[in-house]
């Protein structure tokens, strides 16, 4: 489970990034959560909890999971899904939309900023 936020500016990459607003929270990985150039993850969320998340769909967004990896990525799909995740079995009468992000670039934060002497 983890909470997806989006910088606020428009597709920015910022370092340090300046607001980060949640969009969906929370999110359920599908399998192992892998953050990396490149790849591609698959998550479950109640429709609820998608937020500003639906307004993202095929739009290039900085993000960050859980206050941590920061990347480059775009929603290349969500839509409604039956959940098959165990933390949702209690709520799978509730509307569910599964998506996936697709990493362009994570950004490393600590090797970009500058010391100000």
């Excluded at 997806?4 to 980060?20: A, T």
Aim: contains cysteine; proline residues 5%; charged residues 20%.
């Amino acid at each position: 489970m983890s909470v997806l936020s989006i910088l606020q500016e428009d597709g920015e990459v910022s370092s340090p990034p300046s607001v980060l607003i949640v969009c969906a929270n929370p999110i359920y990985p599908k399998g192992k959560l892998t953050i990396a150039d490149g790849v591609e993850f698959a998550f479950e969320v109640l429709e609820v909890d998608a937020g500003r998340l639906k307004f993202l769909l095929n739009r290039k967004r900085q993000y960050s999971l859980d206050s941590g990896p920061h990347f480059l990525g775009e929603l290349k799909w969500l839509e409604p899904c039956d959940s098959e995740d165990l933390a949702l079995s209690l709520m799978r009468s509730k509307a569910t939309l599964c998506g996936v992000i697709a990493v362009i670039k994570v950004i490393n934060l600590a090797a970009s900023s500058q010391t100000v002497q």
